[in-house]
């Protein structure tokens, strides 16, 4: 057998087609484990940054709108709920932002 020869032999082999075969087995490794975790950061990058894009506040007016509306709907309650306008402009901020 030459020095050329590759064989099953592990990683305690000296020789130097084993020592090439494996060094080219562990860089290939690498590589792969650096392209799958680069494609996860990417994910992860746009995932936040189409977050970050999407949001919509509500404007002066839609606020008062949505006051307006609670204000109406109070004459229709016997009592007052007490997180009410805030619900009502959760309600409108969700419905901007799906």
């Known amino acids: 057998m030459s020095d050329y020869d ?42 936040e940054t189409e977050s970050a894009r999407s949001w919509i506040g509500l404007t002066d007016e839609e606020i008062a709108d949505v006051f307006g509306d609670y204000m109406d709907s109070l004459d229709d309650r016997e009592e007052e709920d007490e997180w009410g306008y805030e619900r009502a402009l959760e309600a409108k901020l969700k419905e901007k932002n799906t």
């Open 6 to 47: 590759i064989h099953s032999c592990g990683y305690y082999c000296d020789r130097h087609a084993c020592i090439l075969r494996q060094r080219d087995e562990l860089r290939d490794k690498l590589f792969e484990e650096i392209r799958t975790s680069e494609r996860s950061i990417q994910t992860s990058d746009k995932k």
